[in-house]
């Protein structure tokens, strides 16, 4: 199935912007669902109609009169909810953990899972099997470690650095200088599409609100998705203009346009 994402880094498809819009099971009609996506994405109402038959045609949704609602058995599919972040939540305390393990190649797949769970704890590779992270988080590791089992293969350190390596280790590991550019594109590309939704011409007010209401999920999203790359440092660690905390404030501003379950 063809599938059309938002923007060069979008993180939500047409078919999921489809059920994020019949998510409340409503019936909602086949032209403002249309007419939304177009409006976010600019991409041709053939398209979009395109996806929406398709996803007919396999029973995710059903049409009557004009109108078009989720069918039970594709709200599996939905995108699930996103927990609330709040920036600056570790205190910087000089003191780093350092995870090393060694699984052998039969173990491949446990070894992919750590270093998975280790990303998404904001810990950065050293080398292979070497990670660290710039706190001391030790102790909720070693529980997490422990729980799988796994205390055989890993090990856990913390440790103090030299504070004139610090900085350069951070920025080697984490680049944090392409970190910060990434987070200056979105603040444009976030206040260019929101400016772009208010002035569109729709016919029905109600229809604004739910377009606002799909973009700030959106952008919620695409926000959370730099904020995993993000160790959350002290500002003398941080590159020059550093905009993490004006990605965040945009993020922690989208309540206003999120139609919260």
């Known amino acids: 199935m063809s599938k059309t994402s938002v923007g060069k880094k979008g ?7 489809v059920f994020y819009l019949l998510r409340k099971g409503e019936w909602v009609s086949r032209k403002e669902i249309e007419e939304i996506i177009k409006s976010i994405t600019n991409i041709k109402i053939s398209v979009i109609a395109e996806i929406i038959n398709k996803l007919i045609k396999k029973s995710d949704l059903t049409e009557k009169e004009g109108k078009i609602k989720l069918l039970a058995k594709a709200k599996r599919k939905m995108i699930k909810s996103d927990p609330q972040v709040h920036y600056g939540g570790i205190k910087w305390g000089r003191r780093w953990t350092m995870v090393i393990f060694d699984f052998p190649e039969r173990d491949k ?22 990670w660290v992270k710039p706190f001391d988080v030790s102790k909720e590791i070693r529980n997490f470690i422990r729980g799988r089992n796994l205390q055989w293969r890993v090990k856990v350190l913390t440790f103090n650095m030299r504070h004139q390596d610090e900085k350069e280790t951070i920025h080697r590991i984490w680049k944090m200088d392409k970190l910060n550019n990434e987070y200056k594109e979105f603040i444009e590309h976030t206040k260019k599409r929101f400016k772009a939704i208010k002035n569109y011409s729709f016919e029905k007010k109600r229809t604004l609100y739910r377009a606002l ?13 730099l904020y995993e790359k993000d160790p959350e440092l002290n500002s003398n660690l941080l590159p020059t203009n550093w905009a993490g905390k004006r990605a965040f404030n ?4 989208l309540d206003k346009y999120l139609a919260r379950e």
């Open 250 to 253: 945009i993020y922690r501003q």
């Open 11 to 17: 993180t939500m498809d047409i078919e999921k912007m």
């Open 109 to 130: 797949k446990t070894r992919d899972v750590l270093r998975y769970q280790l990303q998404k704890r904001g810990f950065g590779m050293m080398q292979l099997s070497v």
């Open 213 to 225: 209401d799909l973009l700030a999920r959106i952008t919620e999203k695409d926000y959370l998705q």
